[in-house]
Nanobody
Framework: QAQLVESGGGLVQPGGSLRLSCAASAPVLNYYAIAWFRQAPGKEREGVSCGNFDGTRSNYADSVKGRFTLSVDGFGRTFYLQMKNLKPEDTAVYYC??????????????????????WGQGAQVTVSQ
């Protein structure tokens, strides 16, 4: 059974960039559904981005469109969330997620967390001066 291990969180100033990584411990297939969520203190977990493990059909929450990019490495074991022009309101614990059930058509970033079977341990991202 696949496990997901995250890395790459940290402290960054407003306007800065960070890249989060999510590595799968077992082979995955390119139609697997992947996603990134985040949870700020006192708030519910919200979807940030989603896509397929072949790197296609990615989609984003309106709050991050144009600033965040979902990508997959060529070996099919790791996916990333590149975050640019970070804002204080992006501060949260970020979680990667994956499921063997593929999306039907274009995914929506606001799919409920229960849609995904596998989860990373979370990575803190803090955007502050």
């Amino acid at each position: 059974q696949a496990q997901l291990v995250e890395s790459g969180g940290g402290l960054v100033q407003p306007g800065g960039s960070l890249r989060l990584s999510c590595a799968a411990s077992a082979p995955v297939l390119n139609y697997y559904a992947i996603a990134w969520f985040r949870q700020a203190p006192g708030k519910e977990r919200e979807g940030v981005s989603c896509g397929n493990f072949d790197g296609t059909r990615s989609n984003y929450a309106d709050s991050v469109k144009g600033r965040f990019t979902l990508s997959v490495d060529g070996f099919g074991r790791t996916f990333y969330l590149q975050m640019k022009n970070l804002k204080p309101e992006d501060t949260a614990v970020y979680y990667c997620a994956m499921d063997s059930m593929p999306f039907q058509g274009l995914c929506t970033a606001d799919a409920p967390p229960g849609r995904y079977q596998f989860w990373g341990q979370g990575a803190q991202v803090t955007v502050s001066q």
